[in-house]
């Protein structure tokens, strides 16, 4: 798949490597292994516009994050880079955009996005898994919040997710001694749903991609919103209504819905068009 293919091209992302593995499959890769993929201020800024165009683009259905090299998925925010930005006046207001760090780790975005975690996930990086819709990592992937032994606060969305995907005891462990998780404990816990091996890992999150990708791309939109809006905040009701007043009225007239009856009836694959919701 090339650029050529879609409505418009990308928009350029410093340090990070944009790549489509299959059809209908962005993969976004942080590409500053030397310093553990830790990320400047400004690539959350301009992986912001990135996922608002993958959202928007619609021959692209399933987005896979992952590092560059073998020893780091994401180690967090440019620590030398924040020593600086401290002495900013406007950094508690704009240090990141509302979609947060590495615009993943407060993301409500529309499509999928899966972390394959090859390595080292600590600060921001454990942030963008905890706010993942699935995570895949190698066996030598490990999870951490170390804030609190540098004197700030996982605040970009990471603490509350930690206790409701966690509970109380488990998430004030993570929170308040930067207790690190191996790759199969994260598993037991539920942050991952599957651990490979690392030459496996991305091959394993291609294959998932693909998977949701065959799907209708209306209905993985609705189905993904009703979860996750149970999930982050609302009641059963609440996220039932929100999802349906939405997405309900366009979703099953839709011709995603005619064609996957119709196939149905006809004993044959559907044949999905881009998503329209």
Known sequence: MSDQSFSKPPPPVQHVLITYPAPHVLLVTFNLAKQMNSLPVKVSWQLSELFKWFDDEPDLRVGIVTGAGRKAFCAGMDLKEAQTALFEKDILDRHYPDDGFAALTNRKGKKPIISAVNGHAHGGGMEIALNSDLVIASENATFSLPDVKRGTAGLQGGLPRLSKLFGL??????????????????????????????DDLIDEAVKMAMLIASMSPDSVIASRAGVRAAWEAGTVEEALEAVLRKYGADLFRGENAVEGMRAFAEKRKPIWKGSKL
């Open 169 to 198: 005891q488990r998430a004030m462990l993570v929170a308040l001694t930067g207790y690190v998780l191996q790759a199969q404990e994260a598993k037991e816990w539920g942050l991952v749903f599957k651990v490979t091996k690392q």
